[in-house]
């Protein structure tokens, strides 16, 4: 089991990415591993995505770097041989809704309060080809496009009935749960599931390692114009008033 615990909200820093990057690794080459399920040491949060602060008035090496641990860290967890469980304990926006949209199963708190979407849009951002393309190869091309234009974060019941989430669970049987699934699935040959697995997901992650280097340019080239600095620090000062 790997349990995020990054105060205050599990943003996703270059620090976290790397660290995350760095454990899916060893267990992937640990034999005696066959599946993580992914959860949140943090009450009510899941992950609340990209750390918006990464992106924001840093230099053009620092954007590349940081750019290059998203990438990393999607291609590891979607392209993973592993059994991956994402056990949602909270609230899940963008990147939190990535990794978990880049696991096999999603099982979320039944807690309306607690929401998932990829909510970029909402920010004055575009989330990118593979977020995009990760979204679509869960709920679907028509689901995806509405969402994905209207940023929509979506309250559990919601999610799950849009497919975005495979079930439902009370917040106190989500590990128990999450355990089961995982016996379910390893209960079968690795290598006939991984085969499958890799089979669906490889145009997709193939797409990703064609462009890498093409998408982190497109991402500084976006990120570095003026007018999504400001939209970023707006939604910044925002969700600091919030609390005031
Ligand atoms: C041509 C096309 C080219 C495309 C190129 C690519 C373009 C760029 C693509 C970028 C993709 C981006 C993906 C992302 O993940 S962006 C991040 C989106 N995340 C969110 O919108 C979530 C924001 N946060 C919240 O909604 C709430 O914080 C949350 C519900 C998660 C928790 O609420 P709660 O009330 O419990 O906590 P607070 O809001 O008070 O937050 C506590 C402190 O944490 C700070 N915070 C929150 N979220 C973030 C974040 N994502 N990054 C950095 N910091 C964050 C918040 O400001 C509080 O800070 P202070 O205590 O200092 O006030």
Same mark, same amino acid.
């Given at each position: ?160 009935? +849009?497919? +975005? ?73 925002? +969700? ?5």
């Amino acid at each position: 089991m790997m349990k995020f615990k990054s105060p205050p909200v599990n943003s996703l820093s270059l620090d976290f990415l790397t660290e995350f990057s760095i454990s899916l690794e060893k267990l992937e080459n640990d034999r005696a591993c066959r599946g993580v399920i992914i959860t949140s040491a943090i009450p009510k949060i899941f992950s609340s995505g990209l750390d918006i602060t990464e992106m924001c008035g840093k230099s053009v090496e620092h954007y590349a770097e940081f750019w290059r641990a998203v990438q990393e860290m999607w291609l590891r967890l979607y392209g993973s041989n592993m059994v991956t469980v994402a056990a949602v304990n909270g609230a899940s926006p963008a990147g939190g809704c990535l990794i978990a949209l880049s696991c096999d199963y999603r099982i979320m708190a039944e807690n309306p309060k607690f929401s998932i979407g990829l909510n970029e849009a909402q920010l004055g951002i575009v989330a990118p080809f593979w977020f995009k393309d990760t979204f679509v190869n869960v709920v679907g091309q028509r689901i995806a496009e509405r969402a994905l234009q209207l940023g929509s974060l979506y309250p559990a019941p919601e999610a799950l009935k +849009l497919g +975005l989430v495979d079930e439902l669970v009370p917040e106190e049987k989500l590990l128990e749960k999450a355990s089961a699934v995982m016996a379910q699935w390893l209960a079968l040959p690795d290598h006939a599931r991984q085969i499958t697995k890799s089979m669906m997901r490889k145009a997709v992650l193939d797409r990703l390692v064609a462009h890498r280097e093409e998408d982190i340019k497109y991402f500084i080239n976006f990120i570095s114009k003026e007018s999504i600095q400001k939209s970023l620090r707006m939604y910044m000062e925002m +969700l600091k008033k919030k609390k005031s």
